[in-house]
């Protein structure tokens, strides 16, 4: 059993577009893809004429294995869709977006529990925990 959430369709797995956004939006809906990126100026092998390359795997477990495997290469991420997120254009200023995107994450951020609809209302509500990362963890 893996430690973190199955993917979405494991026939999609590799079939993503390498080009994503990065990090950020605070919340998840589905995993597409566990992803570990190789850098053939850090010693990965040179696949692609000295471009950056990535592998792609149904679960974590394997992608960490990939990872250990080869010189040059990234820790594991994941690729998620949020079907909705929190921006915060500048610290401590939210902003609810209703648009889908796909965007690779830190794999330990899929520790938070996924996207409910009161998610997002809870985190922006002005009765929210004075921290309000406590909504998004599921502590409050």
């Known amino acids: ?12 797995v590799g079939e993503y577009p390498a080009e994503s956004k990065a990090g950020g939006g ?29 592998y792609a795997f149904e679960t974590y477990e394997e992608a960490k294995e990939c ?4 010189d040059g290469s990234e820790e ?10 929190i921006n915060e254009p500048t610290p401590g200023v939210y902003e609810h977006k209703k648009e889908s995107r796909v965007t690779e994450w830190p794999v330990e951020f899929l520790s938070r529990p996924r996207r409910t609809e009161n998610t997002i209302p809870d985190f ?3 009765n929210a925990p004075e921290n309000k990362l406590d909504v998004i963890r599921g502590l409050a």
């Open 26 to 54: 605070y919340v998840w809906d589905e995993v597409l893809e566990y992803r570990v990126w190789c850098h053939p100026h850090d010693g990965a092998p040179d696949l692609e004429n000295g471009s950056d390359y990535y």
């Open 76 to 85: 594991p991420l994941a690729l998620i869709l949020q079907v909705e997120h």
């Open 67 to 70: 990872s250990s495997e080869i």
């Open 1 to 12: 059993m893996s430690i973190y959430p199955k993917v979405k369709d494991p026939k999609m």
């Open 124 to 126: 922006m509500s002005p």
